[in-house]
């Protein structure tokens, strides 16, 4: 079954992604105005949520209108996961993504996003510790690989050993960064492989 069918008791048709500058409160809002039933915040970084840095504080603003709402993370380390999440246990969080996808220069250079992909072992091991940090469904966004020599299908597997509830599929690898051929294929392996997680 749909892991936001369970949630909501319905499939969720239009998701808003967290783009970094772009998913502000006002803007979803608007989205949502257009249909948009579930909508994300812009990326965070845990550790900047656990040193409760006032920027990502104010990303992390939202109102009644604004729901249901999920919450992306970026983590390289596991000591900062569950006290990062702990600052945001009074918001009406529905669902925590996990990003291993980001392929920016900034992120992947401080081993988090994309820079997982090449570390599937530590990729399950963040998941793992994210899981065990909150009551909320935890998902995960990958890339089909860091560059075509990693199996997009053996990173869907630590992620699901992890014990989330779905994962999210860029159809890139993070060589390609947001250009170039998309591989729905690579998609359809992970989809097809997957014993529990859809």
């Known amino acids: 079954?749909?892991?936001?069918?369970?949630?909501?008791?319905?499939?969720?048709?239009?998701?808003?992604?967290?783009?970094?500058?772009?998913?502000?409160?006002?803007?979803?809002?608007?989205?949502?105005?257009?249909?948009?039933?579930?909508a994300f915040v812009e990326m965070l970084c845990v550790r900047s949520l656990a040193s409760r840095n006032k920027k990502t504080l104010d990303?992390?603003?939202?109102?009644?209108?604004?729901?249901?709402l999920g919450i992306q993370i970026l983590a390289s380390?596991?000591?900062?996961?569950?006290?990062?999440?702990?600052?945001?246990?009074?918001?009406?969080?529905?669902?925590?993504?996990?990003?291993?996808a980001c392929p920016t220069r900034k992120v992947v250079s401080n081993g988090k996003g994309a820079a997982l992909l090449k570390d599937p072992a530590k990729m399950n091991r963040l998941l793992k510790a994210t899981v065990r940090a909150v009551k909320t469904p935890v998902t995960v966004k990958i890339r089909i690989g860091w560059d075509n020599t990693l199996d997009v299908k053996d990173?869907?597997?630590?992620?699901?050993?992890?014990?989330?509830?779905?994962?999210f599929v860029h159809e890139r690898t993070r060589?390609?960064?947001?250009?170039?051929?998309?591989?729905?294929?690579?998609i359809r392996q992970v989809k097809e492989d997957r014993k529990s997680v859809v």
């Open 77 to 100: 380390e596991e000591k900062y996961i569950a006290e990062g999440l702990d600052v945001i246990k009074g918001n009406e969080y529905e669902i925590i993504d996990f990003n291993a």
């Open 175 to 186: 060589t390609q960064g947001y250009a170039g051929a998309v591989d729905y294929d690579a």
């Open 1 to 38: 079954m749909n892991v936001f069918k369970k949630i909501y008791g319905e499939e969720i048709p239009l998701i808003l992604a967290p783009m970094a500058g772009v998913s502000s409160l006002p803007f979803r809002v608007v989205t949502r105005a257009f249909g948009c039933r579930l």
């Open 155 to 167: 990173i869907a597997r630590y992620a699901e050993d992890a014990g989330v509830s779905a994962i």
């Open 59 to 68: 990303i992390i603003r939202t109102n009644p209108e604004d729901a249901p």
